[in-house]
């Protein structure tokens, strides 16, 4: 059973940055992939960014491309989101999501591809 734990969340001004980081208790971990999902109240679960167990591939939803960075270090066991220029409209719940699934990348931006979960830190952006 992989454990994710995700923190960086916070209050931050429209503009401001914030740095999301997931570790996790796998000690295959780079066999993994990991995306970053987020929920804002009363709105479905959606796809943020997604990054191969080796960062080969990596894919953006088209509102943050540009704007975030999805990054990871095996030997730490981390995965990263570097979120920049925030906007109101990216205040949400993020989860970091895992997968060792092989058939990952077809279904990537979709919930039901992937096994583990975080429980969620809150990202607050001010207007």
């Known amino acids: 059973q992989v454990q994710l734990v995700e923190s960086g969340g916070g209050l931050v001004q429209a503009g401001g940055s914030l740095r999301l980081s997931c570790a996790a208790s796998?000690?295959?971990?780079?066999?993994?992939?990991l995306g970053w999902f987020r929920q804002a109240p009363g709105k479905e679960r959606e796809f943020v960014a997604a990054?191969?167990?080796?960062?080969?591939?990596?894919s953006y939803t088209d509102s943050v491309r540009g704007r975030f960075t999805i990054s990871r270090d095996n030997a730490k066991n981390t995965v990263h989101l570097q979120m920049n220029s925030l906007k109101p409209e990216d205040t949400a719940v993020y989860y970091c999501?895992?997968?060792?699934?092989?058939?990952?990348?077809?279904?990537?931006?979709?919930?039901?591809?992937?096994?583990?979960w975080g429980q969620g830190t809150q990202v607050t952006v001010s207007s």
């Open positions: 990054i191969s167990g080796n960062g080969g591939l990596i």
């Open positions: 796998e000690r295959t971990f780079s066999s993994y992939a």
């Open positions: 999501a895992g997968t060792s699934s092989s058939s990952w990348w077809r279904g990537r931006l979709s919930v039901g591809a992937y096994d583990y």
